[in-house]
């Protein structure tokens, strides 16, 4: 869990993970050069399975990930944002679907979606299967980062692209290694991903820009040009699909729709239980 000015975030995402029914674990918590008080709000959170490194420098999401590979000790390797909340069976169930399957290399979960005040906003786009996930690679893959659950030498022989590309570290990776890979996602939400304040479209735009420029080199490389023109007109597609959207003020990248009561219940008792931790 790389660490940048997380706020009172970082409490509630280290004792998600303090919580986990599957108890042989290790935190690597790499603090990225944070100015605020952060990690003041886990000083009274004393567990040895956490270990925290902080050298003073800020060198950037996809460098830390890359350190904190080379330094794990497991046999899988577990992503998890600072300002996100995995539920407290995610781990086990994971492990539990990577052991069964040894051909799975990449493991995400279902997930809810949450603002700043810790309420439901929406659901992540679901796809399940290999197939599903990268069945349209010039459209981006649905597999949110920060549920990955995968193999430590598979994460050793791709690793985070450095220097990395605006806030699609992810997304290369995918692309990259997604041919000679196995990815899968458990139907079954385990995980809360935090979505804060109203859309940043000029970020956004800028990471959908990246995001294309990632895929023409690699079709081109690889010499799928009709993927080229397919990436580029999805790129258009999506970029105008944002303007609609900035105009008319919606500020949610993922639409909500009707929230299953059962996950706004089993939210609530997640949250009850970490705040009263």
């Known amino acids: 869990m790389p660490v940048y000015n997380a706020g009172d975030y970082l409490r509630l995402a280290v004792l998600s993970i303090v919580q986990q029914t599957y108890t042989h674990w290790?935190?690597?918590?790499?603090?990225?050069?944070?100015?605020?008080?952060?990690?003041?709000?886990?000083?009274?959170?004393?567990?040895?399975?956490?270990?925290?490194?902080?050298?003073?420098?800020?060198?950037?999401?996809?460098?830390?990930?890359?350190?904190?590979?080379?330094?794990?000790?497991?046999?899988?390797?577990?992503?998890?944002?600072?300002?996100?909340?995995?539920?407290?069976?995610?781990?086990?169930?994971?492990?539990?679907?990577?052991?069964?399957?040894?051909?799975?290399?990449?493991?995400?979960?279902?997930?809810?979606?949450?603002?700043?005040?810790?309420?439901?906003?929406?659901?992540?786009p679901l796809a399940v299967s290999h197939q599903e996930i990268c069945a349209r690679p010039w459209q981006g893959f649905y597999f949110p980062h920060p549920t990955w659950l995968g193999k430590t030498e598979w994460f050793r022989r791709?690793?985070?692209?450095?220097?990395?590309?605006?806030?699609?570290?992810?997304?290369?990776?995918?692309?990259?290694?997604?041919?000679?890979?196995?990815?899968?996602?458990?139907?079954?939400?385990?995980?809360?991903?935090r979505l804060r304040g109203v859309m940043n479209w000029p970020k956004l735009a800028k990471t959908r820009r990246a995001i294309l420029s990632i895929q023409l080199r690699h079709f081109f490389r690889s010499t799928l040009c009709f993927y080229c023109i397919l990436s580029t007109g999805s790129y258009v597609l999506k970029r105008i699909r944002d303007f609609y959207k900035n105009l008319r003020q919606q500020n949610k990248l993922f639409e909500s729709g009707e929230m299953d009561e059962r996950l706004v219940e089993q939210w609530n008792e997640v949250l009850l239980n970490l705040q009263q931790s």
């Open 158 to 193: 791709y690793r985070y692209a450095a220097p990395a590309p605006y806030f699609c570290e992810d997304q290369e990776l995918l692309l990259r290694s997604f041919s000679n890979s196995r990815f899968e996602t458990l139907n079954e939400v385990l995980f809360a991903y």
């Open 26 to 124: 290790e935190l690597l918590l790499i603090d990225d050069g944070s100015t605020d008080n952060a990690f003041e709000t886990i000083s009274d959170v004393h567990d040895s399975r956490i270990k925290i490194i902080r050298d003073g420098e800020n060198k950037g999401l996809a460098a830390r990930l890359n350190a904190c590979i080379d330094l794990a000790n497991g046999q899988y390797i577990a992503r998890m944002d600072q300002d996100d909340i995995s539920y407290p069976d995610r781990f086990l169930h994971q492990v539990t679907a990577m052991q069964k399957n040894a051909a799975i290399d990449l493991l995400a979960t279902r997930s809810i979606t949450i603002d700043e005040n810790n309420q439901i906003s929406g659901l992540f």
